[in-house]
């Protein structure tokens, strides 16, 4: 059972990411998933959450309006969206899988959360 984060990479300001996070060993159809990050110094914070059809999602305020989480399940994969990225969203970014299919209640608690991915960095230059 293994989480595979890819795309991170260095950014200015205002530009954008696609983080992919691909999944072996289970099928994430019975999944929800969420995205959350941690910068040097500060708590791991949720991001998003996807649900297991992708027909729903949340979003922190902090990126609310600028990242979009969305998925393909026939790919076993799921994608996070970055644009218009701040220096304030860098971070090592990290994918996790609920059983929660659906995105219920406190999203981002992590001990919803059964698997774990191991991180892909980004960095965004002012």
């Known amino acids: 059972v293994q989480l595979v984060e890819s795309g991170g990479g260095l950014v200015q300001a205002g530009g954008s990411l696609r983080l992919s996070c691909a999944a072996s060993g289970f099928t994430l159809d019975y999944y929800a998933i969420g995205w959350f990050r941690q910068a040097p110094g500060k708590e791991r914070e949720g991001v998003s959450c996807i649900s297991s059809s992708g027909d729903r999602s949340k979003y922190a305020d902090s990126v609310k309006g600028r990242f979009t989480a969305s998925r393909d399940n026939a790919k076993n994969t799921v994608y996070l969206q970055m644009n218009s990225l701040k220096p304030e969203d860098t971070a090592v970014y990290y994918c996790?899988?609920?059983?929660?299919?659906?995105?219920?209640?406190?999203?981002?608690?992590?001990?919803?959360?059964?698997?774990w991915g191991q991180g892909t960095q980004v960095t965004v230059s002012s």
């Open positions: 996790a899988a609920s059983p929660d299919m659906y995105c219920s209640g406190n999203v981002f608690t992590h001990r919803k959360y059964a698997y």
